[in-house]
């Protein structure tokens, strides 16, 4: 018998790096980028097509008359996608005006518009306010209200909307008033 040890195995040669196709790792990133851009907001919100409330009214200020005039009160949700609402409602903001008739020559407007809604589990929510300076005239305002505003759950809402202005007329003492919109009905449907 001999008292050899047995001889050991040469380590086999490690195998050499992976070459990885630069091409194919670029079309990869090209197609992951906006595959994420377009994917995170139907995931964020859970869905491709958002309710979102739209109140529309008009407001004329006038010189003379301390509080603002208010017409057209109206609440409505509508349909939009999750690309129209995060990236053309959400950066816009929720205030929107128009100024459809509006002079300074016989004076200026100061405004201040603040809503709040009760939603349907009787939460109230209380937005901050859109201040406006311009001339006194008419003009037309749109609000949007989504998720983000708390406008997620089925149900009615009912919202109020409060203008405060302060009408400085080109000659005469400075004017101010207010005015509500009280009640502004809309319904969410069941999705």
């Known amino acids: 018998m001999s008292s050899r040890k047995p001889k050991s195995k040469p380590a ?18 090209i ?20 309710h979102v409330a739209k109140i529309v009214f008009s407001e004329t200020t006038t010189v003379g008359e301390p509080n603002p005039f208010t017409s057209g009160g109206l609440g409505r949700v ?35 518009i603040k809503i709040s809604i009760t939603t349907p589990s009787a939460q109230k ?15 037309s305002h749109t609000i949007y209200l989504g998720p983000n505003e708390g406008v997620r759950d089925p149900g009615l809402y009912v919202a109020t909307v409060t203008i405060t202005s302060t009408v400085s007329p080109a000659s ?14 809309f319904q969410l ?3």
């Open 12 to 29: 086999p040669n490690p195998k050499p790096p992976r070459k990885y196709n630069k091409k194919a790792i670029i079309g990869l990133i």
């Open 31 to 50: 197609i992951a980028i906006p595959s994420v851009i377009l994917l995170a907001p139907a995931l964020y919100y859970g869905a491709f097509t958002l």
């Open 78 to 112: 509508e349909p939009h996608s999750v690309y129209d609402y995060s990236f053309s409602i959400e950066p816009g903001g929720i205030f929107r005006t128009n100024e459809t008739s509006v002079s300074t020559t016989q004076g200026t407007t100061s405004l201040t």
């Open 125 to 139: 929510l209380v937005f901050g306010s859109s201040s406006i300076t311009g001339g006194v005239g008419v003009r």
């Open 172 to 185: 005469g003492p400075t004017q101010s008033g207010s005015a509500t919109i009280p009640n502004l009905f």
């Open 189 to 191: 449907p069941v999705s």
